[in-house]
C-alpha cells in the first residue's frame, strides 16, 4: 500500500502594499458623524479650548447637527448660532467624516480669503495632523493652503470674496461658514451662496451645511431658517420638575438695582428660573441637564425635511456661565453699538432697533377727550395728507400747536378725488366755535401721476403734490413739477423723507398726551391703529454691503396695510412747509396794560367839595 503522499501550502506573505489595497477595498465603518468624531476626532492644543479626544458629552447639541450628514433625506442643514459654541467643529467632524468614510470633492467657503488661509493653517491642518483615519489619505505633496489633495477626493478652501473661485469645480460637499458676513450679489455677480450652489448639482447625494451667527433679519443665516422646511430648537428637561424646557434669555434673572449692588455684583448672582415651575437653574445642573436634551421641531411645513434649521443661543453654551451673559448684557443695554452685538452673538437673533417699534395699542393709548371732527383749543394750524392707491384714496386731517403738539381729528377712506376736495373744504372748528380750514394738503403723486397733478393745479389754494425721497440734509425740500404739458407745470412739488418723519412719529407716540405728543381723537378706531404702526425699523445691508437702519412693513412685503402711516407722514410734512415749528413764535402781543386811574390829590377834593365857595 503506497504511502500518501502530504502536501504542505506554502506561506504567503502579503506585503504592505497589498494591505494597502485590500484596506482601500474595505467597506466603510457602520458608524454616524458623532461616532466617528468620537473615535477618530483629537482636538489640538494650538486650537481648542478643551484640547485631546473628541468628545460629544460636551456639546451634546451638536450630534444631531452632525448626523444629518448620515440622513439620505436631508440635503441641506442650517445651524444659526451664537459666538463659541462649536458650529465650525461641526464643519470640520462633517469634513474629516466625509474624507475617511464617504469622500466626494468638497468646497469650503469663508467670508474672505485670508479667513481660509487663517483657518486653513490653524484649524484644518492641525486636524488632519491629529486624526490617523485624515492623515492616511491625506498627499501633503500635492497639496496647497486652499487646494487640499487625498487619495479619494479633494478639498477646496475659498473666500467668498473671490466669486471665480466659486464658479469652477462640481462639488458633493459644500460647507458655508460665517454666511451673514459674505458680501453682497454685484450687478456682475450673484451673491456667494448661489454661486457656491450651482457646483453641487451634478451631484445627487449633495450635502450642504450653513452655518453663522445672524445679522439682520435679511441676512442669509436668518432668511434660510425662516425658508427651511423644519426649525428646530433644544429643549432639556429641567432638574426640578422634569419638564422639557426651551432656554430663553427673559428667564435669565438676578437682583434688580434696589439690592445696591453694582452691574457686576448684580450678575454673578444670576440663575435661571424654570418657566414651568418657577425652580433655580444653576449652571452646573444645565449642563448636566444638556446631556438628556433633545431637538424638537417648532415649525414644520409639513413637507419632507429636505433642508432642516437649528437654532440655539449661548444659554446651552457648557463654556459661558450664566452670570457672564447677564453682565454682557448689563454692560451692553444702553449702547446701541454694544447691545446691537450682544443681540446677535451671544442671543443669535437679528438685529432691529427695539426703540422705535410700536403697536396699535400705543396709538389707542394716545386717545385725548377732544371728538372727532372737533379741534382741539390749543389748534394753530391744520393739515391733511392724502394716499393715493390704485382703486381708492386714504387721507387723515391733524391739528397743530406749539412745539409739536398734534392730534389727528379725522381720517377715512374716499373713492375719488371729488370726495376728497369736499372733505379738505370743510369748515372745522374748536369747541368755543373758532373755524379753521385745512392750510395745506400733501397729496401722494407716486400713483396717478397726472391726475394728482392736474388735482393740485385745480386746487392750489390748499393742495400741493409730494413725492418720497431719501435725503441726508433735510426732512422735506421743494421741488418743481417739470412734466411739460401738464396744468402743475412750475408748481412746487414737496419731495419727502418719510423715514425721517417716521422717526419723528414714532418717538413722539411715545410721549404721553400733553406738550408735544402726538395724539388722536376720542374713539380712534383700531383699523387706523394697526395702519399707522404698520412698520419698524430694522437694520439692512445695502449692495455695497453697508448696513443701515430703515423702516419696513412688520410682516415683510405681505405685511399690514400702511396707507395712514403714509397720510401722517404727508400730514407732517405739511405742517413743517407751513412752519409748525414756529408757531410758539406767532402768538399775539399782549395788550399794554391800561394805567390804573391816579386817585385825586386832597387838595383837588376839597375843591370840588366846595365848588361854590367864591
Not at 362 to 380: A, F, G, H, S, Y
Not at 446 to 457: I, K, L, M, P, R
Request: negative net charge.
Amino acid at each position: 500500500m503506497k504511502k500518501r503522499r502530504k502536501f504542505t501550502q506554502r506561506p504567503y506573505t502579503v506585503t504592505a502594499y497589498q494591505k494597502a489595497a485590500l484596506g482601500y477595498l474595505a467597506p466603510p465603518e457602520d458608524i454616524t458623524v458623532s461616532e466617528w468624531a468620537e473615535a477618530h476626532r483629537v482636538l489640538d492644543v494650538r486650537s481648542a479650548a478643551m484640547p485631546g479626544r473628541w468628545r460629544n458629552s460636551i456639546t451634546p447639541y451638536l450630534v444631531e447637527i452632525m448626523d444629518t450628514l448620515n440622513d439620505f433625506e436631508t440635503e441641506e442643514t442650517i445651524f444659526v448660532k451664537p459666538a463659541q459654541v462649536g458650529g465650525t467643529e461641526a464643519l470640520l467632524n462633517r469634513l474629516g467624516y466625509a474624507i475617511a468614510q464617504d469622500p466626494g470633492p468638497a468646497l469650503i467657503v469663508y467670508p474672505t480669503d485670508e479667513l481660509g488661509d487663517s483657518i486653513s493653517d490653524n484649524r484644518i491642518a492641525p486636524m488632519i495632523e491629529s486624526s490617523p483615519a485624515i492623515a492616511s489619505h491625506y498627499n501633503e505633496r500635492e497639496s496647497s493652503k486652499r487646494e487640499l489633495q487625498f487619495d479619494n477626493m479633494y478639498v477646496s478652501i475659498s473666500g467668498a470674496n473671490s466669486p471665480a473661485s466659486l464658479a469652477s469645480k462640481p462639488i458633493r460637499y459644500l460647507f458655508l461658514d460665517e454666511v451673514d458676513k459674505y458680501p453682497p450679489a454685484t450687478r456682475k455677480e450673484a451673491d456667494p451662496i448661489s454661486l457656491a450652489r450651482e457646483r453641487t448639482k451634478t451631484f445627487v447625494n449633495r450635502k450642504v451645511y450653513m452655518c453663522s451667527t445672524p445679522t439682520l433679519r435679511t441676512g442669509h443665516i436668518w432668511k434660510a431658517k425662516e425658508s427651511a422646511d423644519i426649525e428646530k430648537h433644544y429643549y432639556i428637561p429641567c432638574p426640578h420638575c422634569g419638564a422639557y424646557i426651551e432656554l430663553n434669555f427673559q428667564n435669565l434673572k438676578w437682583p434688580g438695582d434696589e439690592a445696591g449692588l453694582d452691574a457686576a455684583d448684580r450678575a454673578e448672582l444670576a440663575v435661571y428660573v424654570c418657566q414651568e415651575c418657577g425652580c433655580t437653574i444653576s449652571d452646573a445642573e444645565k449642563n448636566r441637564a444638556l446631556a438628556l436634551g433633545e431637538w424638537r421641531a417648532v415649525r414644520n411645513k409639513g413637507r419632507a425635511a429636505r433642508r432642516v434649521a437649528y437654532w440655539i443661543n449661548t444659554l446651552y453654551s457648557p463654556f459661558v456661565r450664566f452670570s457672564e451673559i447677564a453682565k454682557e448684557f448689563l454692560t451692553s443695554k444702553d449702547d446701541p453699538d454694544l447691545l446691537h452685538n450682544f443681540t446677535n452673538s451671544w442671543l443669535a437673533e437679528p438685529w432691529e432697533d427695539t426703540k422705535l417699534k410700536t403697536n396699535a395699542e400705543l396709538v389707542l393709548e394716545r386717545q385725548t377727550d377732544t371728538p372727532e371732527n372737533i379741534l382741539p383749543p390749543w389748534t394753530k394750524l391744520v393739515t391733511a395728507g392724502v394716499d393715493v392707491q390704485e382703486n381708492c384714496l386714504y387721507w387723515t386731517i391733524r391739528a397743530w400747536g406749539d412745539f409739536l403738539t398734534s392730534q389727528n381729528i379725522a381720517h377715512g377712506q374716499a373713492f375719488g378725488f371729488g370726495e376728497i376736495e369736499q372733505v379738505m373744504n370743510l369748515e372745522y372748528r374748536k369747541e368755543d366755535g373758532t373755524p379753521f380750514m385745512v392750510d395745506l394738503c400733501l397729496i401722494d403723486s407716486g400713483d396717478q401721476t397726472d391726475e394728482v397733478y392736474d388735482f393740485c393745479a385745480l386746487n392750489s389754494e390748499w393742495a400741493l403734490p409730494c413725492k418720497g425721497t431719501s435725503s441726508q440734509l433735510s426732512h422735506y425740500r421743494l421741488s418743481t413739477v417739470n412734466k411739460t404739458g401738464s396744468r402743475a407745470y412750475g408748481m412746487n412739488l414737496v419731495l419727502v423723507d418719510g423715514g425721517r418723519y417716521k422717526d419723528m412719529i414714532a418717538g413722539r407716540l411715545r410721549k404721553p398726551n400733553g406738550k408735544g405728543s402726538w395724539m388722536v381723537y376720542q374713539g380712534c378706531d383700531e383699523e387706523y391703529a394697526k395702519q399707522v404702526t404698520a412698520e419698524h425699523k430694522v437694520a439692512q445691508k445695502n449692495s455695497k454691503g453697508q448696513v443701515s437702519l430703515v423702516w419696513v412693513p412688520k410682516g415683510g412685503n405681505d405685511g399690514a396695510d400702511n396707507h395712514y402711516l403714509d397720510c401722517e407722514v404727508y400730514c407732517m410734512a405739511a405742517a413743517d412747509v407751513k412752519g409748525v415749528r414756529q408757531l410758539f413764535l406767532r402768538d399775539d402781543p399782549p395788550k399794554p396794560a391800561t394805567p390804573p386811574a391816579q386817585a385825586p390829590a386832597p387838595e383837588e377834593s376839597w375843591i370840588r367839595a366846595n365848588d361854590d365857595w367864591v
